[in-house]
C-alpha cells in the first residue's frame, strides 16, 4: 500500500509546479530532521475510502473539474490530485452530502481485488467505472432490462470488457474484469468470465461506442457469448432484443 505522506508531498509538489490548482491541501507541518513526515490535519485511507462505483462515479467527477481547469495535467498530476482528493476527506464529503450517490445497476461494492487496483491505477479505475456505466445504459437500451444470467447480462459483461479494451488495452481490460469477479465462484462466475473474454476478442480498433454495441449484439445473438438456461451454460440467442 502506498504511503500517505510521501504522495502528500508529491501532491504539493505539483502544486507548485502547475500554479494554480483545485487541489484542497490542508495546512501540513513538515520537519526537515531526519526520520520526520509530513503531519496533515486530516488524512484517511484510499483503499479504506473508494469502496463502491458510486465512489468512482463521484471521483471522475471531480477529476473532469480538475481537467477542466488544468487541460495541460499530466497523468501523474491527476492521479496525484485524485489521491489527494480521497485521502483529504473530500470524497467523503462529497458522498455525505450527495448520500446514496451514483448507483450502476449491476455494479456495487468494489471487491478487495478491485480496491487494491483503483489505489495503483486510480485513472484506469474511472475509466472502469466509466465503461460499467456505457455498458449498463446500452444493455438497458438493448433489452430494456439489465437482468442477470440472460442474454442481457451477456450483453452487459461482454460490452463492458470491450469498452474497457477501447478505453484502455486488452490486458488491462483483463485484469480488471477478473478482478471483479474475485468474489463469485460457481456457473455464475464461469458465464461472466467467457463473456468478458468474448468482448476482449472484439476489434475495437478506431471503432465508436455505438458500433462496438451493435459488434457486441452480433455476437449474443449469434450464440458467441453464454447465458445459465436450468442451471447449465447454454449459447445465447436474439431473445429479449428490443433494438
Not at 146 to 157: C, E, K, M, T, V
Request: net charge negative; aromatic share 6%.
Amino acid at each position: 500500500m502506498k504511503n500517505f505522506n510521501i504522495k502528500a508531498l508529491v501532491a504539493v509538489a505539483i502544486i507548485s509546479l502547475m500554479g494554480e490548482s483545485v487541489l484542497q491541501v490542508s495546512a501540513a507541518e513538515v520537519d526537515n530532521n531526519e526520520g520526520q513526515t509530513c503531519q496533515s490535519e486530516a488524512q484517511y485511507n484510499f483503499e479504506e475510502e473508494v469502496t463502491t462505483f458510486s465512489d468512482l462515479g463521484i471521483m471522475s467527477g471531480a477529476l473532469e473539474t480538475f481537467m477542466a481547469e488544468n487541460p495541460e495535467s499530466t497523468e501523474a498530476e491527476q492521479e496525484a490530485f485524485l489521491i489527494q482528493f480521497v485521502e483529504s476527506g473530500e470524497l467523503r464529503a462529497v458522498r455525505n452530502a450527495r448520500g446514496i450517490g451514483d448507483n450502476i445497476p449491476g455494479f456495487s461494492s468494489l471487491n478487495a481485488t478491485e480496491r487494491a487496483l483503483a489505489l495503483k491505477h486510480p485513472i484506469q479505475a474511472l475509466k472502469v467505472y466509466q465503461c460499467a456505466n456505457k455498458a449498463t445504459d446500452a444493455t438497458i437500451a438493448y433489452y430494456g432490462i439489465n437482468g442477470w444470467q440472460d442474454n442481457s447480462d451477456a450483453f452487459r459483461h461482454c460490452c463492458w470488457s470491450a469498452l474497457m479494451k477501447s478505453a484502455m488495452n486488452e490486458s488491462d481490460a483483463d485484469v480488471w474484469a477478473t478482478a471483479h469477479e474475485a468474489d463469485s465462484s460457481g456457473i455464475d462466475k464461469e458465464m461472466d468470465l467467457f463473456n468478458n473474454a468474448v468482448g476482449r476478442s472484439i476489434d475495437v480498433a478506431d471503432k465508436s461506442d455505438s458500433q462496438i454495441y451493435e459488434m457486441v449484439k452480433a455476437k449474443v445473438v449469434d450464440g458467441n457469448c453464454r447465458r445459465i438456461v436450468d442451471g447449465d451454460l447454454v449459447p445465447t440467442n436474439d431473445t429479449g432484443l428490443i433494438k
